[in-house]
T-cell receptor, first 112, second 114 residues
Framework: DAKTTQPTSMDCAEGRAANLPCNHS???????VYWYRQIHSQGPQYIIH???NNETNEMASLIITEDRKSSTLILPHATLRDTAVYYC?????????????FGKGTHLIIQP | NAGVTQTPKFQVLKTGQSMTLQCAQD?????MSWYRQDPGMGLRLIHY???????DQGEVPNGYNVSRSTTEDFPLRLLSAAPSQTSVYFC?????????????FGQGTRLTVV
């Protein structure tokens, strides 16, 4: 799996959009970008994934650059409940329970 | 649906004791795995299984055994607990390779070895 680089921590004001960057410059053509988050030591929760097109679901949007070397997770209207550690993971297509490589992620703190 | 269920939620062991952490899923997922998470760290893969009767080692398998006799269950055994195994353990399940879905995680077992 390709290595990812994320900032250690970020702050965002409640109600604003939270933009979380991820660098994955060694991503292969068949690898997807997945995002998970972990709220206060609960089990990680899937957010979104994509290959090369931008993706949106009820939780977030994922913007992947044209060269696929970086991506941004966007939480459009952050709430206090979005305070969590966010993990960017690059891997081949698949559910992932055969092994997800978690780095240290980005600790996102939503400020009231 | 219950999803991924882990038991117990908390456990304290003495050094040298053995125990089994239970994990069950009711989503008919092929793949299941165990991770440990130490303070301030990301999750690290211990063992995983791609189907009943098939298991393989992850990044940190030493001191742990697994088996997969049914699709639903994937227990993790600590053979002789050591303080270094104090951690939070998470079980996950998913559909298999080629399926564009996500992994589902249990709520964790917090283990302390004294």
């Amino acid at each position: 799996d390709a290595k990812t680089t994320q900032p250690t921590s970020m702050d965002c004001a409640e109600g604003r959009a939270a933009n979380l960057p991820c660098n994955h410059s060694t991503i292969s053509g068949n690898e997807y970008v997945y995002w998970y988050r972990q709220i206060h030591s609960q089990g990680p929760q899937y957010i979104i994934h994509g290959l090369k097109n931008n993706e949106t679901n009820e939780m977030a949007s994922l913007i992947i650059t044209e060269d696929r070397k970086s991506s941004t997770l966007i939480l459009p209207h952050a709430t206090l409940r979005d305070t969590a550690v966010y993990y960017c993971i690059v891997r081949v297509r698949g559910g992932g329970a055969d092994g997800l490589t978690f780095g240290k992620g980005t600790h996102l703190i939503i400020q009231p | 649906n219950a999803g991924v269920t882990q038991t117990p939620k908390f456990q304290v062991l003495k050094t040298g004791q053995s125990m089994t952490l239970q994990c069950a899923q009711d989503m008919n997922h092929e793949y299941m795995s165990w991770y440990r998470q130490d303070p301030g760290m990301g999750l690290r893969l211990i063992h995983y299984s791609v189907g009943a009767g098939i298991t393989d080692q992850g990044e940190v398998p030493n001191g742990y055994n697994v088996s997969r006799s049914t699709t639903e269950d994937f227990p993790l055994r600590l053979l002789s607990a050591a303080p270094s195994q104090t951690s939070v353990y998470f079980c996950a399940s998913s559909y298999g390779l080629g399926m564009n879905t996500e992994a589902f995680f249990g709520q964790g077992t917090r283990l302390t070895v004294v």
